[in-house]
């Protein structure tokens, strides 16, 4: 028996860090840097409802320790970018990262 569920689809938003991050361009190791490793592997995460937070936003708490967590994790929030001889490096950018929240339908 197949799954079928509708999906409503939701445009991309940038979350940027919280606060001014420094640029700086950061090298990667060989191990990061491998030819076989250069592709993207799209996630989808889904969390149960927790009645202590029934009152706040889910989703707005997420993008706000998300934009504080990049402050300490700035290359995440970087861009890579090919560098000598065909090497990638990360170009911390402070530009963030792209995201998709959204709150799930209320159960009933």
Avoid: W
Avoid at 9 to 33: Q, W
Avoid at 54 to 74: F, Q, S
């Amino acid at each position: 028996m197949a799954l079928a569920f509708p999906v409503k689809h939701r445009n991309p938003e940038l979350i940027v860090p919280a606060e001014p991050t420094p640029h700086e361009i950061k090298t990667l190791s060989d191990l990061d840097d491998q030819q076989s490793l250069r592709s993207h592997y799209p996630m989808i995460m889904f969390y149960e409802t927790n009645p202590f937070v029934k009152e706040k936003d889910p989703v707005g708490i997420i993008r706000k320790a998300i934009a504080k967590t990049l402050v300490y994790y700035y290359p995440y929030a970087g861009r890579l970018v090919e560098g000598p001889n065909n090497n990638l490096v990360v170009d911390c950018t402070g530009e963030g990262v792209v995201c998709s929240l959204r709150p799930m339908p209320k159960s009933s």
